[in-house]
């Protein structure tokens, strides 16, 4: 009787474990789809490709820029990126970095970022220049940015005034 208990205790056990490593798998997948989404971000801006930088977004998505205008959709954000690109921020490049991936549901996450947007040749700063947030969320097995705010460091632009 004792070594029934004890076979069913390590076979719960096992189960358990093995359960947790299937979650904790999925999880992992999932992160790394969405660090990829917000990569692809970053390589768009640095081709100065509108299109290549919308990409990770949904047909349907909202962005808000820093200076607070709102973008519709991703050919609406990609076209914008665009004429950035090709005008005023066509020597620059940009670094995001995920601060946080914080899932709300198996198929929803914010991700908390900071970001600069530097001339081509300059350092980054060790200071953050913005704040995006985004949230994902996942439809047929693919991570889409389906809302994107883009927020000034206020420390930074209070210096400048």
Same mark, same amino acid.
């Given at each position: ?15 358990? $474990?093995?359960? %947790? ?13 969405i660090r990829a989404n917000v ?5 768009? &801006?640095?081709?100065?490709?509108? #299109?290549?930088? =919308?990409?990770?977004?949904? =047909?349907?998505?909202? %962005? ?7 973008? #519709? ?32 549901? +198996? ?7 900071? =970001? *600069?947007? $530097? ?7 060790? $200071? ?8 994902? +969320?996942?439809?047929?097995?693919? &991570?889409?940015? $389906?809302?994107?705010? *883009? ?11």
């Amino acid at each position: 009787m004792l070594r029934n208990s004890t076979i069913l205790i390590l076979v719960l056990f096992v189960a358990s $474990v093995n359960g %947790y490593a299937q979650k904790t798998d999925g999880k992992a997948e999932d992160e790394a789809m969405i660090r990829a989404n917000v990569k692809q971000m970053e390589t768009g &801006w640095n081709a100065h490709d509108g #299109k290549a930088f =919308a990409a990770p977004f949904a =047909a349907d998505a909202d %962005y808000i820029v820093i200076n607070g205008m709102l973008l #519709k959709g991703r050919e609406a954000i990609g076209q914008a990126h665009q004429r950035i690109f090709d005008t005023i921020f066509k020597d620059t490049k940009l670094k995001i970095e995920i601060r946080q991936i914080r899932f709300l549901r +198996s198929d929803v996450a914010i991700i908390h970022t900071k =970001a *600069n947007v $530097v001339k081509k040749d300059d350092a980054f700063p060790a $200071v953050a220049g913005a704040f995006p947030s985004l949230v994902l +969320s996942k439809d047929g097995g693919k &991570w889409q940015i $389906v809302a994107f705010q *883009n927020t000034a460091n206020a420390e930074i632009e209070a210096n400048r005034k």
